[in-house]
């Protein structure tokens, strides 16, 4: 059955009516935008979603959609429930429980107390960049008995000079400049050779990382990760900015007055960003940290210099709350750009300056490097689908693609995006000479850095998590390696099955404008929104087109929906199907349909579809100032329906 909205005046809950949850979708009938089968996230037990009403620890009342939400995510219990929408400093875990912080802690300390030259080396990426600021933040408060350590200039790697990994260059400046610590952050798990060369130089290596890697290497002083085999600590899933707070969270438990009292709140915002850039669970600790950062960010009090120029260039800075969305595909692109096509030491000095006029003005460059990276992003990515085209026919389980024109810096995301287009495993290569540079992104299901360890053999080196990863082989064995990667991929479970998943069932036909954006009101309070915590996706079956979709943007790239549907809604208010619904970056998939359509454009009127959406809040600022709605429907993919 449906439910109706359980929206009312005055404090308390009422228990909620359940609520009906689709049924999956019959097999053939696919999304027209994402190719893939539909599937419920789950059917919660009545009993549940009782329960969950009455232990709900919120003081306004809400709808039976809310409640049905956190059910079908298993945010069930008075606990979970109440960590979930309160999360606390409290609530994270005892870091000593993380294997080696404790001698990585004492050796800080050690560095500290005696006065010791001291090098941190990060990673080019945004995790990275936001491990090497919290590092160089924490040596520089770093405190023991009124000495400090010296710090060395923080350092993060040239991509196209310094390749991935531990850069051997540095290694030697750090040696003859008499370091004695080096601390790399969100690398140097599999770096065997240069922890050596740094061991012969004189120096104690502590790792701080979350990649996975065969072997502990010879002779490092500590390594603290995560994921490493046999770890007890409850959260694996610690990017390597997360594992450099918890040591910071470490030292101000083995010695309280080293780090200022306020030193773990003013950090948590490059946590934060690291977190959701890396697209870690954002659930459990990840949560608070994230909760907490975002926070900070929000606050014009607390922003550092650099996030507050850089939310000025993304245009977030009219006051509203910052939120992981914001930080995935407004901030941490132009941070990560930086460090795939432009210069890298612009980011970490755009998050370490506390001057306002350096901040505009490394902002200004990110957000120029940004515009780079777009463009030539859409040039890889359109000669990939063309080269993808004759594997895909065939029905190839995985994309493996190469050119030497391709710019390794951008390279991941033209093959993200890929995996969208075409629902597998793809990894394109940069063919530079004698030796190719990769970056692979997975579907859901396929542990990417599985499949690589297969193919060992082929690569000269690599490294990465069940979804993404880099690589670098012989140019001369990218053959080789394709058929070796497929072949791999089909010892994994089949790949056509992943499907697109939904919350819950919502008849918007019979709803109003006030209730979406009620609704809209209660998802926020599910935020952050990320991986392990999606903003929630809903199902609406048996609209009618009313009118053939507008183009929108350049090229006709998004479209503009407008609907119909076959109830009525409660009277008092404006329907809710008089809003429309955007769809970005549809406008190839849907001309793909009207091609194979018979009647074309002519049948749409006639045509019944099923649709999944998001409600969203619209921060969109029309240049010329003029009005807009402040909720906004986000159609991600839609299918033919039944007949009438």
Same mark, same amino acid.
């Given at each position: 059955? @449906?439910?109706?909205?359980?929206?009312?005046?005055?404090?308390?809950?009422?228990?909620?009516?359940?609520?009906?949850?689709?049924?999956?979708?019959?097999?053939?009938? /696919?999304?027209?935008? +994402?190719?893939?089968?539909?599937?419920?996230?789950?059917?919660?037990?009545?009993?549940?979603?009782?329960?969950?009403?009455?232990?709900?620890?919120?003081?306004?009342?809400?709808?039976?959609?809310?409640?049905?939400?956190?059910?079908?995510?298993?945010?069930?219990?008075?606990?979970?429930?109440?960590?979930?929408?309160?999360?606390?400093?409290?609530?994270?875990?005892?870091?000593?429980?993380?294997?080696?912080?404790?001698?990585?802690?004492?050796?800080?300390?050690?560095?500290?107390?005696?006065?010791?030259?001291?090098?941190?080396?990060?990673?080019?990426?945004?995790?990275?960049?936001?491990?090497?600021?919290?590092?160089?933040?924490?040596?520089?408060?770093?405190?023991?008995?009124?000495?400090?350590?010296?710090?060395?200039?923080? #350092? !993060?790697?040239?991509?196209?000079?310094?390749?991935?990994?531990?850069?051997?260059?540095?290694?030697?400046?750090?040696?003859?400049?008499?370091?004695?610590?080096?601390?790399?952050?969100?690398?140097?798990?599999?770096?065997?050779?240069? &922890?050596?060369?740094?061991?012969?130089?004189?120096?104690?290596?502590?790792?701080?990382?979350?990649?996975?890697?065969?072997? %502990?290497?010879?002779?490092?002083?500590?390594?603290?990760?995560?994921?490493?085999?046999?770890?007890?600590?409850?959260?694996?899933?610690?990017?390597?900015?997360?594992?450099?707070?918890?040591?910071?969270?470490?030292?101000?438990?083995?010695?309280?007055?080293?780090?200022?009292?306020?030193?773990?709140?003013?950090?948590?915002?490059?946590?934060?960003?690291?977190?959701?850039?890396? @697209?870690?669970?954002?659930?459990?600790?990840?949560?608070?940290?994230?909760?907490?950062?975002?926070?900070?960010?929000?606050?014009?009090?607390?922003?550092?210099?650099?996030?507050?120029?850089?939310?000025?260039?993304?245009? *977030?800075?009219?006051?509203?709350?910052?939120?992981?969305?914001?930080?995935?595909?407004?901030?941490?692109?132009?941070?990560?750009?930086?460090?795939?096509?432009?210069?890298?030491?612009?980011?970490?000095?755009?998050?370490?300056?506390?001057? !306002?006029?350096?901040? %505009?003005?490394?902002?200004?460059?990110?957000?120029?490097? $940004?515009?780079?990276? %777009?463009?030539?992003?859409?040039?890889?990515?359109?000669?990939?689908?063309?080269?993808?085209?004759?594997?895909?026919?065939?029905?190839?389980?995985?994309?493996?693609?190469?050119?030497?024109?391709?710019?390794?810096?951008? &390279?991941?995301?033209?093959?993200?995006? /890929?995996?969208?287009?075409?629902?597998?495993?793809?990894? *394109?290569?940069?063919?530079?000479?004698?030796? +190719?540079?990769?970056?692979?992104?997975?579907?859901?299901?396929?542990? &990417?850095?599985?499949?690589?360890?297969?193919?060992?053999?082929?690569?000269?080196?690599?490294?990465?998590?069940? @979804?993404?990863?880099?690589?670098?082989?012989?140019?001369?064995?990218?053959?080789?390696?394709?058929?070796?990667?497929?072949?791999?991929?089909?010892?994994?479970?089949?790949?056509?099955?992943?499907?697109?998943?939904?919350?819950?069932?919502?008849?918007?036909?019979?709803?109003?404008?006030?209730?979406?954006?009620?609704?809209?009101?209660?998802?926020?309070?599910?935020?952050?929104?990320?991986?392990?915590?999606?903003?929630?996706?809903?199902?609406?079956?048996?609209?009618? /087109?009313?009118?053939?979709?507008?183009? !929108?943007?350049?090229?006709?790239?998004?479209?503009?929906?407008? #609907?119909?549907?076959?109830?009525?809604? %409660?009277?008092?208010?404006?329907?809710?199907?008089?809003?429309?619904?955007?769809?970005?970056?549809?406008?190839?998939?849907?001309?793909? *349909?009207?091609?194979?359509?018979?009647?074309?454009?002519?049948?749409?009127?006639?045509?019944?579809?099923?649709?999944?959406?998001?409600?969203?809040?619209? $921060?969109?600022?029309?240049? $010329?100032?003029?009005?807009?709605?402040?909720?906004?429907? @986000?159609?991600?993919?839609?299918?033919?329906?039944?007949?009438?």
């Amino acid at each position: 059955m @449906q439910y109706e909205l359980g929206f009312g005046e005055g404090g308390g809950l009422e228990p909620a009516p359940v609520p009906a949850v689709g049924p999956p979708a019959p097999p053939g009938r /696919l999304g027209v935008l +994402s190719g893939r089968a539909w599937r419920a996230a789950g059917v919660p037990d009545p009993g549940v979603i009782e329960a969950v009403s009455r232990a709900l620890p919120l003081s306004r009342r809400v709808s039976g959609h809310l409640v049905a939400l956190l059910a079908v995510r298993g945010v069930v219990g008075e606990e979970a429930l109440e960590r979930f929408f309160y999360p606390e400093f409290k609530h994270l875990h005892d870091p000593l429980l993380l294997d080696e912080i404790e001698p990585a802690a004492r050796r800080l300390l050690a560095a500290a107390r005696t006065g010791e030259k001291v090098a941190v080396h990060g990673d080019f990426d945004v995790d990275g960049l936001t491990g090497t600021a919290l590092l160089a933040e924490l040596l520089r408060a770093l405190s023991v008995g009124g000495r400090r350590c010296e710090l060395q200039p923080p #350092f !993060v790697p040239d991509r196209a000079r310094d390749g991935y990994g531990v850069a051997r260059r540095m290694l030697d400046v750090w040696a003859a400049a008499g370091v004695g610590l080096l601390v790399t952050v969100d690398t140097g798990s599999a770096a065997h050779e240069e &922890i050596a060369v740094a061991l012969a130089g004189g120096m104690d290596v502590v790792v701080l990382d979350h990649h996975l890697f065969d072997a %502990r290497p010879a002779g490092v002083h500590a390594l603290v990760n995560p994921r490493r085999p046999g770890n007890l600590y409850p959260n694996a899933e610690l990017c390597g900015v997360g594992v450099a707070f918890k040591l910071a969270q470490a030292l101000t438990l083995l010695d309280p007055g080293c780090l200022p009292e306020d030193f773990l709140a003013s950090v948590q915002d490059l946590a934060a960003l690291g977190l959701i850039a890396d @697209q870690m669970p954002l659930v459990d600790e990840n949560r608070v940290l994230v909760r907490r950062g975002l926070e900070r960010i929000s606050d014009r009090q607390t922003v550092r210099p650099g996030l507050r120029a850089l939310l000025e260039k993304a245009g *977030l800075d009219h006051g509203q709350a910052v939120t992981a969305t914001h930080v995935a595909y407004q901030l941490a692109p132009r941070l990560n750009a930086c460090g795939r096509i432009g210069r890298v030491q612009a980011a970490l000095d755009l998050l370490l300056t506390r001057d !306002v006029d350096e901040a %505009r003005a490394l902002a200004a460059e990110a957000d120029e490097t $940004n515009k780079r990276r %777009r463009d030539t992003d859409q040039r890889v990515m359109d000669e990939a689908v063309l080269k993808a085209q004759p594997y895909a026919e065939r029905g190839d389980p995985g994309l493996i693609l190469g050119d030497e024109r391709w710019h390794r810096g951008v &390279i991941g995301i033209s093959a993200a995006r /890929l995996v969208e287009r075409y629902n597998v495993p793809s990894i *394109l290569f940069s063919l530079e000479g004698e030796e +190719s540079r990769g970056s692979a992104r997975s579907v859901p299901g396929v542990d &990417i850095k599985a499949v690589l360890d297969r193919c060992a053999g082929l690569l000269v080196r690599y490294g990465g998590h069940a @979804q993404a990863a880099g690589m670098t082989l012989r140019t001369r064995d990218l053959d080789a390696f394709r058929e070796s990667f497929l072949a791999s991929l089909r010892e994994e479970p089949a790949q056509a099955g992943v499907p697109e998943t939904y919350d819950l069932d919502l008849a918007l036909d019979a709803l109003t404008v006030q209730d979406v954006a009620q609704l809209n009101q209660e998802c926020a309070l599910l935020e952050p929104f990320g991986e392990g915590n999606r903003a929630p996706v809903f199902r609406c079956d048996g609209l009618r /087109l009313t009118a053939a979709p507008a183009t !929108v943007g350049r090229g006709g790239e998004h479209l503009r929906f407008r #609907f119909a549907g076959p109830g009525q809604p %409660r009277a008092g208010g404006t329907p809710a199907l008089a809003m429309s619904f955007i769809s970005f970056g549809a406008g190839k998939a849907w001309e793909s *349909l009207l091609a194979e359509l018979p009647g074309g454009r002519a049948a749409l009127p006639e045509l019944r579809w099923d649709i999944l959406f998001q409600i969203a809040t619209n $921060n969109w600022r029309p240049s $010329n100032g003029a009005p807009v709605d402040p909720v906004q429907l @986000q159609l991600l993919d839609i299918r033919r329906g039944d007949a009438p």
